[in-house]
């Protein structure tokens, strides 16, 4: 089963408004993953919060991780047509390299 | 810089005849190498990953199989597609001891 759900499955807005993206979680992570999917494409990674940090920003991105929730976002703000695509969390358990549970996504439709 | 390859990017094959995927990483050694396969609109579901040559651990029983021959080369076959095999096949890669993963641009396998 996934280990990520995001919320909503689909989101629609204005260029310029910010977007927000949920995900939850079941079980205790090393770290939380963005990724990003154009359609027919492959992903291409974000950015990446570890379970001890609350909250990073990478340009437009702010992600947020909160634990005791188990549940992190991603706010894009000042969204632009091209930010249009499937945004993926994905959850890591382990503490020395990489094994990723993907949630279903979110696809996000900016309208110019 | 490091590159990851795959082919064909598309592929249509009759129920029962066999599939060779490969996927190719350059600029990098000793990659964690990873399929997924991808539904439409869904996220994506772990099938091999592989810490080094012959190397290769299976998430789900299921129709396929995989190789590692070489350092940086990663390989998905099928002695017979069934029909429930069609998908979005994603290779990618971690570097050892890092959590990002790297995406290729994918496979659209139809299975006809």
């Known amino acids: 089963s996934q280990q990520g759900e995001e919320d909503p499955q689909a989101l629609s807005i204005q260029e310029g408004e910010n977007a927000t993206m949920n995900c939850s979680y079941k079980t205790s992570i090393n770290n939380l993953q963005w990724y990003r999917q154009n359609s027919g494409r492959g992903l291409v990674h974000l950015i990446l919060?570890?379970?001890?940090?609350r909250e990073k920003h990478s340009g437009r991105l702010r992600v947020t991780l909160d634990t005791s929730k188990k549940s992190s976002s991603l706010l894009i703000t000042a969204s632009r047509a091209a930010d249009t695509a499937s945004y993926f969390c994905?959850?890591?358990?382990?503490?020395?390299?990489?094994?990723?549970?993907f949630g279903e996504g979110t696809q996000l439709t900016v309208n110019p | 810089s490091q590159t990851i390859h795959q082919w064909p990017a598309t592929l249509v094959q009759p129920v029962g005849s066999p599939l060779s995927l490969e996927c190719t990483v350059e600029?990098?050694?000793?990659?964690?190498l990873y399929w997924y396969r991808q539904a439409a609109g869904r996220g994506l579901q772990l099938l091999f990953y592989?810490?080094?040559?012959?190397?290769i651990s299976s998430e789900v029983p299921q129709n396929l199989s995989a190789s590692r021959p070489q350092d940086r080369q990663f390989i998905l076959s099928s002695k017979k597609l069934l029909l429930s095999d069609s998908g979005f096949y994603l290779c990618?890669?971690?570097?050892?001891?890092?959590?990002?993963?790297?995406f290729g641009p994918g496979t659209r396998l139809t299975v006809t």
């Open positions: 600029g990098t050694s000793n990659p964690n």
């Open positions: 994905a959850t890591d358990v382990r503490t020395s390299g990489s094994r990723l549970t």
């Open positions: 990618a890669w971690s570097a050892e001891r890092s959590y990002e993963q790297y």
């Open positions: 592989s810490v080094g040559i012959g190397q």
């Open positions: 919060i570890r379970s001890n940090e």
